[in-house]
């Protein structure tokens, strides 16, 4: 009798071994999250697990200008070292945003969800701001994103965290190298070739958007 259960043990563990390394060690419980897949002019490739359980609308959002082709061409515009790296405005043209404002999911703008901290890798959306973080500016992301160089404390809870790379963040580190005007734009020219989105079993819908005629900011 222990020779049967140790051998049904056995033939368990062999089994859990077999999936683990089919899986490449990520068990997959439930929805599989989204995932978004950059590629960059200089030819790295990124990868970032989008969360829609935390910032849906953020996330329904960013999923309909990548896969809309939106961000194709458009540079990396802002590059703090030891910080963040920062793109997403539209590509052959003035305008530094979508045209549009969307709700910011944070927990400052009392939205409970949005709770993501701002460590290594996240991913959140820009949005206006001023030195006392104004709530007048709380709903104003659009397009522009960046991905976090470092923990940031103090950005925690006031910007919609709605990604994290998990593949290529060397190569986001590598860029943030680049040399840099005073304006913290890179001298040498550095773009997204492609940005698109593997939804998996998330069934994205329409994001809602601000007009920015009703945002009232000044």
């Given at each position: 009798?222990?020779?049967?259960?140790?051998?049904?043990?056995?033939?368990?563990?062999?089994?859990?071994?077999?999936?683990?390394?089919?899986?490449?060690?990520?068990?997959?419980?439930?929805?599989?999250?989204?995932i978004c897949t950059i590629v960059?002019?200089?030819?790295?490739?990124?990868?970032?697990?989008?969360?829609?359980?935390?910032?849906?609308?953020?996330?329904?959002?960013?999923?309909?200008?990548?896969?809309?082709?939106?961000?194709?061409?458009?540079?990396?515009?802002?590059?703090?070292?030891?910080?963040?790296?920062?793109?997403?405005?539209?590509?052959?043209?003035?305008?530094?945003?979508?045209?549009?404002?969307?709700?910011?999911?944070?927990?400052?703008?009392?939205?409970?969800?949005?709770?993501?901290?701002?460590?290594?890798?996240?991913?959140?959306?820009?949005?206006?701001?001023?030195?006392?973080?104004?709530?007048?500016?709380?709903?104003?992301?659009?397009?522009?994103?960046?991905?976090?160089?470092?923990?940031?404390?103090?950005?925690?809870?006031?910007?919609a965290a709605f990604g994290k790379?998990?593949?290529?963040?060397?190569?986001?580190?590598?860029?943030?190298?680049?040399?840099?005007?005073?304006?913290?734009?890179?001298?040498?020219?550095?773009?997204?070739?492609?940005?698109?989105?593997?939804?998996?079993?998330?069934?994205?819908?329409?994001?809602?958007?601000?007009?920015?005629?009703?945002?009232?900011?000044?």
């Amino acid at each position: 009798m222990m020779k049967k259960t140790f051998l049904r043990l056995a033939a368990l563990l062999l089994l859990a071994a077999m999936m683990t390394a089919a899986f490449g060690g990520c068990v997959v419980i439930g929805e599989r999250k989204p995932i978004c897949t950059i590629v960059f002019s200089n030819g790295s490739e990124v990868r970032i697990r989008l969360y829609p359980d935390k910032c849906p609308n953020t996330v329904n959002n960013f999923i309909k200008l990548c896969n809309s082709g939106f961000y194709d061409g458009s540079t990396v515009h802002r590059i703090m070292e030891y910080v963040l790296v920062q793109m997403g405005m539209p590509a052959d043209s003035d305008a530094t945003d979508a045209g549009y404002y969307i709700k910011g999911e944070f927990t400052a703008n009392n939205y409970a969800k949005g709770d993501l901290t701002f460590a290594k890798g996240i991913v959140g959306m820009a949005r206006l701001s001023d030195e006392n973080e104004s709530k007048k500016f709380f709903d104003t992301a659009s397009s522009q994103f960046f991905i976090m160089l470092e923990p940031k404390e103090t950005m925690d809870g006031y910007y919609a965290a709605f990604g994290k790379v998990i593949s290529g963040m060397d190569d986001i580190v590598a860029i943030s190298k680049m040399d840099v005007d005073a304006n913290n734009y890179p001298r040498d020219e550095i773009y997204i070739v492609t940005a698109r989105v593997d939804c998996y079993d998330y069934k994205p819908s329409e994001p809602k958007t601000i007009d920015k005629k009703d945002a009232k900011l000044y």
